[in-house]
């Protein structure tokens, strides 16, 4: 079948306002446990992720306990890397396909270093230290991202089921979210629109209007709506509307908007997107233009595109009529032959009989 199905399922210690909710998962997935251990500089020591208090230059050694209850050595490996947005407006503190914008004054994965692989002995624990290397420069607001802690081998299941033409993924680990603050200095919200272009998600066409977070903060309940319509036109041929996002600090997503199984047309339009977060709006009108190679490519690639058999079916119909026609005036030639060969067998034998 050649189809790939993912599925990620994942363990996160975030609780409050400004991050994310727990994700539900079945802790007899895993076959560890894990405890972020709570430093002295905590911001909130009800929160059970890391959100601290730094200074420039500061080095500090967190740490993470990690048990195992199983009669067997589990081998974890942890990953770190900085906060992003992805497409459904969600912020992910894991691996992603995402990526921050340029505007980020420091990746998390430069400041904080941890082993590339721990085991964690049978019936026993494992505390995971990570090394904070907090930059000698200054920084306002969030320095957001994420450890991942999975269990080593769950790339195996991949390969294994590759051969047989269905790929089933499934990954299970825990994510712990790492903030870093060095000052309570308040941080404006900035939003813009950077590009506009058809694409596709999940094999459908969409228009994405790509939004960006420019400031080191959280966008929360971020609230998107989009309309496009044909250049200098008013009737709008798509429209999405979207609540409750949230975008990581210096971030990017592209919002789609769908077709809804619609076939792109090339030509020039026109995006009108309204976003509304923490009290403030923007609004944005920007022209982009479909070019036919490109319609013509996504439209081939679209799943929900029914072929369209028009022009085949006119051109069957039309072979059908010449066809018949000439048919018609072959049968009616031959007819026509022995119609007069009949005609001079009868003066045939009419003259014969004048002559008896």
């Not at 009669?71 to 900085?82: C, E």
């Not at 340029?102 to 230290?129: C, H, M, Q, R, W």
């Not at 269990?151 to 033409?165: A, P």
Request: proline share 4%; net charge negative.
């Amino acid at each position: 079948m050649g189809k790939i199905c993912k599925i990620l399922s994942v363990a996160v210690f975030l609780l409050g306002f400004g991050v994310m909710n727990v994700l539900p998962v079945s802790a007899s997935k895993l076959n560890f446990s894990v405890e972020a251990v709570i430093p002295d500089n905590q911001r909130d020591t009800n929160k059970t992720y890391f959100d601290l208090n730094v200074s420039p230059g500061d080095q500090q050694t967190l740490v993470i306990h990690m048990r195992n209850n199983t009669d067997k050595d589990v081998v974890v490996v942890p990953i770190i890397k900085t906060a992003t947005t992805n497409l459904n407006g969600v912020v992910e503190y894991g691996d992603s396909n995402s990526t921050p914008d340029d505007t980020i004054p420091y990746l998390l994965e430069d400041l904080v270093k941890s082993e590339e692989e721990v085991a964690i002995p049978a019936n026993g624990f494992y505390d995971l230290e990570l090394e904070v290397m907090v930059p000698e420069g200054e920084f306002d607001g969030v320095l957001a991202g994420g450890i991942t802690l999975q269990e080593s081998g769950d790339s195996d299941k991949e390969s294994s089921t590759e051969s047989q033409g269905l790929n089933i993924e499934n990954k299970y680990a825990y994510v712990v979210a790492i903030l870093l603050h060095e000052n309570d200095n308040e941080v404006a919200s900035e939003l813009k629109l950077t590009n506009v272009e058809p694409n596709q998600v999940n094999a459908r066409n969409v228009i994405n209007a790509t939004i960006q977070n420019t400031m080191p903060k959280f966008m929360n309940q971020l609230s998107v709506m989009a309309e496009v319509t044909k250049k200098g036109k008013t009737e709008v041929l798509y429209s999405s509307e979207k609540e409750g996002m949230q975008m990581a600090p210096n971030t990017s997503f592209p919002y789609p908007i769908s077709l809804h199984g619609e076939r792109l047309e090339s030509g020039k339009y026109t995006l009108k997107l309204t976003a509304t977060s923490m009290g403030r709006t923007w609004e944005f009108t920007e022209d982009f233009e479909i070019s036919g190679d490109v319609a013509k490519e996504l439209n081939s690639q679209d799943v929900t595109i029914k072929a369209n058999y028009t022009w085949l079916y006119v051109a069957l119909s039309v072979f059908g009529v010449l066809i018949i026609i000439v048919v018609y005036f072959t049968i009616r030639k031959k007819t026509q032959e022995k119609d007069r060969e009949l005609d001079e067998l009868r003066k045939e034998n009419e003259k014969k009989n004048e002559n008896q």
